[in-house]
């Protein structure tokens, strides 16, 4: 399996930006998939994540009410639309996909990173002020 992460770029504070995760080598469309992100010198944190049926989301509080997640099955392809965006949001963003199909599980499990087996290579966001 294959993640490909794409739509990072480098924008002013309270623009917005889309990025895309891609998925290759096999369907991810029965798996929890999510967000995490990475800033220089900092741990990968959770930021957003979205169950098998699409029916639930979560957010990390800091993003919450800017950042919104969603998938698209058809295409195998998971977004993360990004508004509002602050000069914090700067980070490398990656995209991360449950090997198990159909499952679903508390919030706590679907913000930490053990939970997730595949990942993809990240996508750079600079957020300027």
């Known amino acids: 399996v294959q993640l490909q992460a794409s739509g990072g770029g480098e924008v002013q504070a309270g623009a917005s930006l889309r990025l895309a995760c891609a998925a290759s080598?096999?369907?991810?469309?029965?798996?929890?998939m999510g967000w995490f992100r990475q800033a220089p010198g900092k741990e990968r944190e959770f930021v957003a994540a979205i169950s098998w049926s699409g029916s639930i989301t979560y957010y990390a509080e800091s993003v919450k009410g800017r950042f919104t997640i969603s998938r698209d099955d058809a295409k195998d392809t998971v977004y993360l639309q990004m508004d509002s965006l602050k000069p914090e949001d700067t980070a490398v963003y990656f995209c991360?996909?449950?090997?198990?199909?159909?499952?679903?599980?508390?919030?706590?499990?679907?913000?930490?990173?053990?939970?997730?087996?595949?990942w993809g290579q990240g996508t750079l966001v600079t957020v300027s002020s």
């Open positions: 080598g096999q369907t991810l469309s029965s798996n929890v």
């Open positions: 991360a996909a449950d090997k198990r199909r159909r499952t679903t599980y508390s919030e706590y499990y679907y913000k930490t990173r053990s939970l997730y087996d595949y």
